[in-house]
């Protein structure tokens, strides 16, 4: 059983940089593709960023990859999603998800690679 559990949401400032942490409980963690999806309201989910379980190969949304970075914490169990220069269209929920690696270098930005995904962390921009 993998459970993900995502922090570091709230509200923030269009400008400020915000980073959200995924913990991952699981001993298999480095097999597992991590990644970062969000939702706004009225509006489907999207990808944002795939790290691969090794770490070598990460994975951004062409719109966001100048203000995003995702990466992980083997040791920790963790991921994380940084966001700088926020902008009011980045109020959202993040999600947390995780996919089983078919690979060392897998990072697939496919909604339906991943099985396995948190509650969400809600992340309101005030301008």
């Known amino acids: 059983q993998v459970n993900l559990v995502e922090s570091g949401g709230g509200l923030v400032q269009a400008g400020d940089s ?11 963690f480095m097999s597992l593709v ?24 990460t994975e951004y949304r062409e719109n966001v990859k100048d203000r995003f970075t995702i990466s992980r914490d083997q040791a920790k169990n963790m991921a994380y999603l940084q966001i700088d220069d926020v902008k009011p269209e980045d109020a959202a929920v993040y999600f947390c998800a995780a996919a089983q690696a078919q690979g060392p270098t897998s990072a697939p930005t496919d909604e339906n690679a991943y099985i396995i995904w948190g509650q969400g962390t809600q992340v309101s921009v005030s301008s």
Do not use: I
């Not at 995924?22 to 001993?27: F, H, K, L, Q, Y």
């Open 34 to 57: 991590l990644a970062w999806f969000r939702q706004a309201p009225g509006e489907g989910r999207e990808f944002l960023a795939a790290v691969s379980w090794d770490t070598t190969v």
């Open 18 to 28: 915000l980073r959200l942490t995924c913990a991952v409980s699981r001993r298999t």
